[in-house]
């Protein structure tokens, strides 16, 4: 067995929140993690709130080998996420001379306002993640990778930055769909668990136009297990 | 000024987070709060792992009003949630016999089965959510709200707490749509956000078949506020 590799993701996101928008990117992100063979272990949403972004970083950032951020690092007001993660990291906030002539050159001398001038202060020390959109890079620091809110740049960092990361080995799924309530299943259940601590084994019950169901999902990076767990599943429901 | 009541949730979700399943729940508690006056402050997302949920409830439950757990109060092997509130709140776990009476009744004695007695088990002291889809029903301990995870489960516990809880001021919302870029706004913008502290300025860019443009939200619980500064967005940028 090799390293786990574990990932957070910490969205800010008062448009969430609020309930105006209806989140997009942590599934994204769910998926490329799961491709790299990275564990996906907490997501925090919280507001444009400097104390609550930095105590959220602190906290993550232990805890984990990747804390991906999005939101907050456009040029207005709101946008404070780059300022609260030189805040968590301990280091001084500035302009970043990469990403500077990055903006400078995309809007021009003339239109290179202090807002736009603002979208090039990084923590210092930082690495910059291109931005194939709108140009404002999002940047690295330590093990926090800061990223555009808007899911169409969001999606393009994380194409970026996730497939050259270390993972562990790719977790594999099946899922094998059940017509009986959850309760049926529940014991049989929790016998093949038992024998297979390497297979994550988890019950998701639906309620569709009056019929009752149950996928059971099946997750492991042992291919061997993995294959057995979902037998042994299905003998069990057809022995029902 | 009145209090304002804050709430919380805690999503448990390993389907979230494999990215097998786009998540429902939290749009839709984030609109039901929004119309009660509550301020939805937090969201986290937590595996299928005791440590994990108990720590990140008994987090949350200090620093909001409400807590609302969605996922992991059914029948099956990782269904761990309940248990975890018992321990996050410091008291016995035990079959609550209103529960067991409304399971029994529902699925009938002799198909009242361990499974499905598990399901009747709560912290001691919880108060009953009802479940109008499939019985098994949710409860209420301390500041928690612990509900089942499946949307249409979930929507239907909201729809019967939400609406009885005390909660603040309204907060209503204006959207300005605004067809320049987000930087030739955000100097405009930080300066009216200065003269209205009670109204949060957000800006949302977008980039959508090759257009640019930002919608530029209001909210605010002062009505006056909301319009005086909705009318200085509109000036500012019809003055560009």
């Known amino acids: 067995m090799g390293k786990t590799y574990k990932a957070a993701m910490l969205v800010i996101g008062n448009e969430i929140l609020s309930g105006r928008t209806q989140d997009k990117n942590i599934n994204y992100l769910a998926n490329k993690l799961g491709e790299q063979g990275i564990s996906f272990v907490e997501v925090r949403i919280v507001p444009d709130i400097e104390e609550k972004i930095v105590e959220a970083l602190k906290s993550l ?10 939101g907050g690092i456009g040029p207005t007001h709101d946008d404070i996420t780059s300022e609260c993660v030189a805040k968590a990291c301990g280091v001084a906030f500035g302009t970043h001379p990469e990403a500077f002539e990055i903006l400078e050159a995309h809007y021009g001398k003339e239109e ?7 979208m090039a202060m990084t ?29 169409r740049i969001m999606q393009a960092m994380v194409d970026h930055v996730v497939p050259s990361l270390a993972g562990g080995a790719l977790v ?26 390497d297979v994550d084994i988890g019950s998701y019950p639906y309620f569709k136009d009056g ?27 057809s022995s029902i």
């Not at 950032?61 to 999005?70: A, G, L, N, P």
């Not at 959850?182 to 093949?192: Q, T, V």
């Not at 019929?211 to 294959?227: A, F, H, P, Q, Y």
């Open 61 to 70: 950032k232990e805890q984990v080998d990747y804390v991906f951020t999005s």
């Open 123 to 151: 923590p210092q020390g930082a690495e910059l993640i291109p931005n194939p959109v709108s140009a404002a890079p999002g940047f690295i620091i330590d093990n926090i990778y800061v990223m555009a809110g808007v899911p």
């Open 211 to 237: 019929k009752t169901g149950v996928n059971v999902v099946l997750r492991s990076s042992n291919e061997e297990s993995l294959t057995k767990a979902k037998e042994d599943v299905e003998d069990m429901i």
């Open 112 to 118: 290179f306002n202090a807002p736009r001038r603002k």
């Open 172 to 197: 594999k799924s099946e899922n094998v769909p059940c017509f009986y309530p959850e309760s049926k299943i529940a014991e049989g259940l929790g016998d093949i668990q038992k024998k297979f601590p």
